[in-house]
C-alpha cells in the first residue's frame, strides 16, 4: 500500500463513518478497520485500539453524565418534542462516541501502517502538489518546537511559583498563564525561522531538493482497499 493510498483509504472511511446516524450503519466501518488491522498492522493493531480508546473515554463519561443522567432523552426526541428515554439518550451517545473512534481508529490504523517510513519519506511519496508537501514538512518541523516550548514555559511557571507541578487549585486560577507562555514562546520561534534561521540555511531551496523525488505509483493494495471503502461507505448510508 501507497501513501496516498492509505490517506484515500482513511478518508473514505472517515467519510463513512460521517454519513451514517446510527450503530447498525457505523457497523460496517469497524469491520472494514477491524480486517484491516489483522491484514495490514497486526500485532501494532493494539496500539491503535487502545490509542483511540483513550481519545474517546474522557468524552464518552462526559456525554453520558450530560444526556443519559441530566438530560434523559436524545436530540431527535427533544425536537420531536417526545417524552424520551435513557435508552435513547445512551444509543446517541454510544453513536457519537463510536463515530469518534472509527475516526481516530482509521487514522492511526494509517500511520502505524507507514510506521516505517519517516515523516519525509512518507511526504516524499505522496502525490499531491509540491506547495502542499512543503507546507506539511514545514508544520510537522514545528511539532517538536512547540513541544519543547511547552515544557519549558511549564518548568519556568513552576520556578516562579505560578503553577503546582501536579493537579491544584493554582493551576485552574493562573494556567491562562501558562497558556499565554505557551503562546508567545511558539510565536516568537515561529518569526525567528521565517526571518533568520530558514533563510540562513536556506532551507526552502534544500527541502525542494528533498521532495524532488517521483511519487510512488498507486498498487493493486490501494484499489482492493479503496474499492473496500467505498463499498462499506455504500453499506453504511444504505443501512
Known sequence: MTPSGGIAFALV????AMITGDLVGLAAPLVLCAVFAT??????AVTALAWSAGIVAPLALFLCIVWVGV???SPEEIAAGATGTRVAALAHVATVCTRLFLVALAIQLVLLHFACMTPLQFIRAMRAPSGLKRLLVLTLSWID???HAVDRSRTALITAGIIAPRLSVKNAAHGFILVQTVWLSVITIALGR???KWPAENTLARLDEALQAPPQPL????GAWLAAAIATAIVAKVA
Open 13 to 16: 472511511v472517515i467519510g463513512a
Open 39 to 44: 491484514l495490514e498492522v497486526r500485532d501494532r
Open 71 to 73: 438530560v434523559g432523552r
Open 145 to 147: 518546537t512547540i513541544l
Open 194 to 196: 521565517l526571518r533568520d
Open 219 to 222: 498498487r493493486f493494495a490501494d
